[in-house]
């Protein structure tokens, strides 16, 4: 169904040396190559080049800088302008993701095409949380990125123009719904993860400290103010906590987290296959996610999932982990102290998580993909223009 995908830039080399930096064990080399599109005829790819490239490397290097929300919105609205201006192939059919497709939505729209819009996030109302989270945390904030009403304006034009909005889960569902966006003008799709091949748990090391992961960026709206919290309530217990991600809250909130936890930063991806298997359980308090695809890749590695119901339905409450309520540090430590003092339940729901995640295959998200799309289109069955954005 694919005519083109369409993408602000590809990395200037093959798949060979993409393979060589993947295993580089440099973060930023590893990155990139994972840019390098698979399995997408080369005919149906248009990209910036190397112009593009250059232009991604430079704003990369402005946010490590300090630079914040406006500079994203217009990285993101010079993307759409640029695809505005390309000739397409042949297609009934466009989908855009999220704050990077207006321009080139308005031109679809004008041209009578469906279109779609996937929407990545709960846009403002996730903002206005995690600003809610900095003054109920001061000693967590102040290296978080605040985006400009302009940012979620371009989403709510986004929304207005689109024929059908895809979210990733009910959450971000529930949150377009109250911005005021019709229910049934949303249809909601989970994301897709390719889990390794092994159909059992990788054997584990017994040990007398359960081994709590958390991977994934360091945020307040991610919850990580609760997991120290519950750290802390643990502090005395055969439980160690390892946070992997890079850093949005303040060096003085780490340097104030209890001896049971330590913070290694951000970890390559080529690293973090090994990284998961040293661990016994995955811990995603998350306040607020489109989705979290974190949970499916800790679970294919055998890692039972304590999380929130604000993100991607993926865990199964006492299956394949546990659903707690969130902003609650006593709640996700009596979960985490329930696989301390009951291993056997650790090794059941292990073999269950493995199972679980390959239900969330590209092969399913195709086929739900593809039925939406049809069934919304009244029938069309043409070819789809997909928008990926550089970001």
Known sequence: MLAALVTGYVPPFGQRLAKVFKTSGTADLSRLANLCPRGIPQGSLIHGGLSSLLRHVIFKRRMRSGAG??????????????????????????????????????????????VVVIQIDAAEFHQKLVLEEAKLWPNYAGVGIEFPKEYFERARREWALADLILVNSTWTRQMLV?????????????????????????????????????????????????????????????????????????????????????????????????????????????????????????????????????????????????????????????????????RDLLRTMASRCVCAAKSFGPEVFGVKLRDILVGRSHGTTGAIASLRPAT
């Open 178 to 342: 109250g911005e005021g966006v019709p229910e049934n003008k949303i249809e909601t799709i989970p994301l897709a993860y390719s889990p390794p091949a092994a159909d059992t748990p990788a054997p584990r090391e017994e040990k007398v400290e359960l081994s709590v992961l958390w991977l994934g960026n360091v945020a307040l709206g991610k919850g990580i103010q609760y997991l120290v919290e519950a750290a802390r309530l643990l502090v005395g217990e055969p439980v160690r906590f390892t946070v992997a991600g890079q850093l949005h809250v303040s060096k003085q909130a780490v340097k104030a987290a209890p001896g049971n936890m330590i913070f290694v930063g951000p970890i390559p991806s080529a690293s973090v296959a090994a990284f998961l298997d040293r661990g016994d359980v995955f811990v995603f308090p998350t306040l607020s996610d489109g989705f979290g695809i974190t949970q499916i890749e800790a679970m294919a590695h055998g890692l039972p999932v304590i999380t929130t119901p604000n993100c991607g339905e993926v865990v199964e409450h006492g299956v394949t982990g546990y659903i707690i309520e969130p902003r609650n540090p006593h709640a996700l430590a009596n979960a985490i102290h329930l696989f301390s003092r009951n």
């Open 69 to 114: 929300g406006e500079l994203i919105m217009e990285f993101e609205r010079q993307f759409a302008e640029w695809a505005s201006r390309l000739a397409l192939p042949d297609h009934t059919s466009f989908m855009g993701f999220s704050y990077s497709s207006l321009e080139l939505m308005e031109k679809e729209r004008e041209a009578g095409r469906f």
